[in-house]
């Protein structure tokens, strides 16, 4: 299990010009984790400045009572005014650093909860030394910093010791986030301006939107955390633990979303991010910590993805004027997609916390069903890292297959669009083609599914549009068709192309554009796919390949016309499978 430190931060910091803040520290219940009864201990609350240095505020004496608990109180907090980040530093009579954490200064007029442990220490150290390399104050640094930084051993580590995996952790994400080629310069080449940067940056400290999380929350669950290990034991505030991770996600997402950038931006530049890395010294940490920061990042990334396309489709279905229960339905399908992924990150918690030690203890638990996964001769350590991890894979895998399964669409819901397209186009709902409600399965092939919510409300939208008078156009796109997509031969030519002419086959040109549209981003899709299916470097030509289809996506509703911009981009959305 996990050893917590003893500290919690209790109480708040208290903002205001002339109101001091009070500040609990509590030890955890774990007696060789508390601080020693009847010592002193000096608590020091620091700034961090915009050049990435640190500057002390204010410092207070307490004493630790017989629980290893203190009590202080210190004035002048910066507020985030004044400061993205403040630091608590306790130190004990010799001077000796024996707890740290770093936290956002709140809002004027708020408070800010703030949990201590072994993890919180380790991510201070990391934070603080990526934002001095940095020479900036800069928070998208500061959250990836606790992304890859899982692993409370690293606690006790010189974080200036330049051979120290907490160091080459911190020197490698500076290079990744703010260096060349790395996150903000992806998001800046693309589109991203300084502006939309500057609230971006912002909302990861701070965001009082309803329903958002922010940096606060992520280290107030670490309060919950520290005051869970002293009434529920460890396994409980592990669990709180790996809530806090799944929460980083979703920070990045609300800001974006606020900044008004593209959410499919912010997983392209973690992907920019990613290449980076590989040229910088987190390659050669320790393999315990790599495991548990590759374990880590696996989470990271299915939660990233899971909370754009979330975002995305809930405010297409909404721009489209989907049912409440279409709503409904979505949004329960996503918390449940949510939940799942948050009880990955529970039950595999402690792997990317100790990596080394929970695989030993799974090789000494499922030694006789493990095979040689690695194909060196023995079945060893080794062997149960790639098969916890392959584990963790595919856990997330299933909850995204529920999900998908999950939003399909009733036989009722295909009915009521197939008589809404009818009654637009002024024909019998029977003499509808019957793939107009199915698609064939592609994990099943042969068989037949109903479409997915997201498409059932674009094709009602554009029934209903168009029923009420509107009007839909769309220029075809001119790329070249797959090979792969031997499905597309109208011409019965056993070569895949050309684009079928549905104008010409008697379809009202209305919904001729829209099976335009649907065919055009299937080609497009396919493209995606084909690009890099003998690939030398799959994963680096995929993420060109992910990049060229979202630009392609983007030129394609710019091509539709008769409905707004807005309803141009929410068509394409919701027409398109989910995709993580």
């Given at each position: 299990?996990?050893?917590?430190?003893?500290?919690?931060?209790?109480?708040?910091?208290r903002?205001?010009?002339?109101?001091?803040?009070?500040?609990?520290?509590?030890?955890?219940?774990?007696?060789?984790?508390?601080?020693?009864?009847?010592?002193?201990?000096?608590?020091?609350?620091?700034k961090?400045?915009?050049?990435?240095?640190?500057?002390?505020?204010?410092?207070?004496?307490a004493?630790?009572?017989?629980?290893?608990?203190?009590?202080?109180?210190?004035?002048?907090?910066?507020?985030?005014?004044?400061?993205?980040?403040?630091?608590?530093?306790?130190?004990?009579?010799s001077?000796?650093?024996?707890?740290?954490?770093?936290?956002?200064?709140?809002?004027?007029?708020?408070?800010?909860?703030?949990?201590?442990?072994?993890?919180?220490?380790?991510?201070?150290?990391?934070?603080?030394?990526?934002?001095?390399l940095?020479?900036?104050?800069?928070?998208?640094?500061?959250?990836?910093?606790m992304?890859?930084?899982?692993?409370p051993?690293?606690?006790?580590?010189?974080?200036?010791?330049?051979?120290?995996?907490?160091?080459k952790?911190?020197?490698?994400?500076?290079?990744?986030?703010?260096?060349?080629?790395?996150?903000?310069?992806?998001?800046?080449?693309?589109?991203?301006?300084a502006?939309?940067?500057?609230?971006?940056?912002?909302?990861?400290?701070?965001?009082?939107?309803?329903?958002?999380?922010?940096?606060?929350?992520?280290?107030?669950?670490f309060?919950d955390?520290?005051?869970?290990?002293?009434?529920?034991?460890s396994?409980?505030?592990?669990?709180?633990?790996?809530?806090?991770?799944?929460?980083?996600?979703?920070?990045?997402i609300?800001?974006?979303?606020?900044?008004?950038?593209?959410?499919?931006?912010?997983?392209?530049?973690?992907?920019?991010?990613?290449?980076?890395?590989?040229?910088?010294?987190?390659?050669?940490?320790?393999?315990?910590?790599?495991?548990?920061?590759?374990?880590?990042?696996?989470?990271?990334?299915?939660?990233?993805?899971?909370?754009?396309?979330s975002r995305?489709?809930?405010?297409?279905?909404?721009?489209?004027?989907?049912?409440?229960?279409?709503?409904?339905?979505?949004?329960?399908?996503?918390?449940?997609?949510?939940?799942?992924?948050?009880?990955?990150?529970?039950?595999?918690?402690?792997?990317?916390?100790?990596?080394?030690?929970?695989?030993?203890?799974?090789?000494?638990?499922?030694?006789?069903?493990?095979?040689?996964?690695?194909?060196?001769?023995?079945?060893?350590?080794?062997d149960?890292?790639?098969?916890?991890?392959?584990?963790?894979?595919?856990?997330?895998?299933?909850?995204?297959?529920?999900?998908?399964?999950?939003?399909?669409?009733t036989?009722?819901?295909?009915?009521?669009?197939?008589?809404?397209?009818?009654?637009?186009?002024?024909?019998?709902?029977?003499?509808?083609?019957?793939?107009?409600?199915?698609?064939?399965?592609?994990?099943?092939?042969?068989?037949?599914?109903?479409?997915?919510?997201p498409?059932?409300?674009?094709?009602?939208?554009?029934?209903?549009?168009?029923?009420?008078?509107?009007?839909?156009?769309?220029?075809?796109?001119?790329?070249?068709?797959?090979?792969?997509?031997?499905?597309?031969?109208?011409?019965?030519?056993?070569?895949?192309?050309?684009?079928?002419?549905?104008?010409?086959?008697?379809?009202?040109?209305?919904?001729?554009?829209?099976?335009?549209?649907?065919?055009?981003?299937?080609?497009?899709?396919?493209?995606?796919?084909?690009?890099?299916?003998?690939?030398?470097?799959?994963?680096?030509?995929?993420?060109?390949?992910?990049?060229?289809?979202?630009?392609?996506?983007?030129?394609?509703?710019?091509?539709?016309?008769?409905?707004?911009?807005?309803?141009?981009?929410?068509?394409?959305?919701?027409?398109?499978?989910?995709?993580?």
């Open positions: 299990m996990t050893q917590r430190l003893s500290i919690d931060l209790r109480s708040w910091l903002l205001g010009l002339a109101a001091a803040a009070a500040l609990a520290l509590a030890a955890a219940a774990r007696p060789a984790a508390a601080l020693t009864a009847g010592a002193t201990y000096t608590v020091v609350l620091s961090v400045n915009s050049d990435g240095t640190v500057t002390d505020v204010s410092s207070t004496s004493t630790a009572d017989a629980n290893g608990r203190i009590g202080f109180t210190l004035s002048s907090v910066p507020t985030t005014a004044q400061a993205n980040f403040v630091v608590l530093t306790v130190k004990d009579a001077g000796n650093v024996v707890r740290k954490g770093i936290a956002p200064a709140p809002a004027n007029g708020s408070s800010s909860l703030v949990g201590v442990n072994s993890l919180a220490t380790a991510q201070a150290k990391a934070v603080l030394k990526a934002l001095a940095a020479g900036s104050d800069d928070p998208v640094l500061a959250a990836f910093a992304v890859l930084v899982r692993a051993g690293l606690a006790n580590q010189n974080v200036d010791d330049t051979t120290s995996d907490l160091y952790l911190a020197s490698g994400l500076k290079d990744a986030i703010t260096g060349t080629g790395g996150f903000v310069g992806y998001m800046q080449a693309n589109g991203a301006t502006s939309q940067l500057a609230t971006f940056r912002s909302r990861i400290v701070h965001n009082a939107a309803s329903g958002t999380r922010d940096l606060g929350d992520y280290v107030a669950k309060k955390a520290v005051d869970t290990q002293a009434t529920q034991g396994a409980a505030a592990d669990d709180l633990m790996s809530e806090a991770g799944a929460f980083l996600a979703d920070i990045l609300d800001a974006a979303d606020a900044a008004g950038i593209d959410l499919a931006l912010v997983q392209g530049a973690f992907n920019a991010a990613g290449d980076v890395v590989d040229t910088t010294s987190i390659t050669t940490i320790s393999q315990g910590v790599m495991k548990g920061m590759e374990a880590a990042i696996m989470g990271f990334f299915r939660r990233l993805a899971a909370m754009r396309l995305e489709y809930t405010d297409a279905i909404t721009i489209l004027g989907g049912s409440s229960q279409h709503a409904a339905t979505y949004a329960s399908a996503v918390a449940a997609m949510v939940a799942a992924f948050t009880n990955v990150d529970k039950t595999y918690g402690d792997y990317w916390m100790d990596p080394d030690t929970y695989a030993a203890n799974y090789l000494a638990s499922n030694g006789g069903s493990l095979t040689d996964l690695n194909n060196d001769g023995v079945v060893d350590v080794q149960a890292h790639m098969a916890i991890q392959q584990a963790i894979g595919q856990a997330f895998d299933s909850a995204w297959q529920a999900f998908q399964q999950a939003i399909r669409a036989n009722a819901d295909i009915t009521a669009m197939r008589q809404d397209i009818a009654a637009a186009l002024g024909v019998q709902e029977s003499s509808l083609p019957p793939e107009v409600g199915t698609d064939e399965d592609w994990s099943n092939p042969g068989t037949q599914v109903n479409w997915a919510i498409k059932v409300v674009a094709f009602s939208f554009a029934a209903n549009h168009l029923a009420g008078g509107g009007t839909l156009a769309y220029v075809r796109g001119t790329e070249a068709i797959p090979a792969s997509m031997t499905w597309l031969d109208p011409d019965n030519d056993g070569v895949a192309g050309p684009r079928n002419d549905f104008v010409a086959q008697g379809i009202p040109p209305a919904f001729a554009a829209l099976l335009g549209i649907e065919e055009d981003m299937a080609i497009l899709t396919y493209r995606r796919w084909d690009q890099c299916r003998n690939a030398a470097d799959a994963y680096h030509c995929d993420q060109q390949a992910l990049r060229d289809l979202s630009q392609a996506l983007s030129a394609l509703a710019g091509r539709i016309s008769g409905v707004t911009a807005d309803e141009a981009k929410a068509l394409v959305r919701l027409m398109q499978e989910p995709n993580l």
